[in-house]
């Protein structure tokens, strides 16, 4: 083996020299294309401020527009409601769709929604629209007793509305005087519109209520329950009085309820006589 370096394969100086040349070539270029893209840059920088300083100066233009329009929004709002407010006073009725119920200057409390043949429509009480507008006025909710609204409920919203287990029977035994089925009131006479006999709401409970969920005695508890709520929410509209009930030779007294004829009842009829049914005793 030889003791001297092969120096075949090692480039030689001008090999060397031409490629420093090469590389010094390449990072000029290198240099001049990150010159260029520097100034590119800086340009785009500009640009930028520009945009955003042209941003701000729309931003504050649009908050001054926006200040400008909700400063008239807010007016002509107000002329607006002044106007419906004083329309109302005079007995007007408008259409709830146009009505911001209480931004309207009225009392609160005073203004009441109804219900026309073309809709539903804002009032104050008692007010009938001069210009007859909207049809025919149906009952408002507002002006119904209280047993009456809790009757025209469905029996979901009534299980959810009503506060006692009185107030629910007593709302179902309402709704049962217009029932087809299972009417459990009967006409009277001299006087008397309709009666229903405290055993026969014994056993109209315990048929609404389920006979296997209710025995005799809890039944008889609720049937008083009945009737103190009946009295409560038809704002005492009812008469309870003691009548005579003889069966199987036994002769006893129990509660009876009343309608009376004449007696004010929103949106029913009260005038003229009921049918005659015989064997009713007071």
Known sequence: MSAHPDTT????????????????????????????????????????????????ELEDEQEVKHARFDAATDLNDDRLNELMARELEKGAHLPAEIVVEFDLPIKEGRLEKIQKDSGEYYRLPESEDPLARGGSTNLAHADLLPIQQLAQMDDDMLDRTAKTKGDYLAARLWQARDSEVDNPWKNGCKGVREYIDASEIKHWIRRELGRGAVDDAYAKKLVSRTIGAMKDLTKDRIVVSKTKSGRSGVTSKERRVKIMEGTEIPGETTS??????AGVHE
């Open 9 to 56: 394969t090692a480039p030689t100086n001008k090999q060397l020299a031409a490629e420093l040349e090469q590389i010094r070539n390449r990072l000029e270029t290198v240099e001049a294309e990150n010159e260029e893209l520097r100034k590119a840059n800086e340009q785009k920088d500009e640009r930028i401020e520009e945009l955003e300083a042209r941003v701000d």
């Open 272 to 277: 003229g006589g009921g049918d005659e049914t």
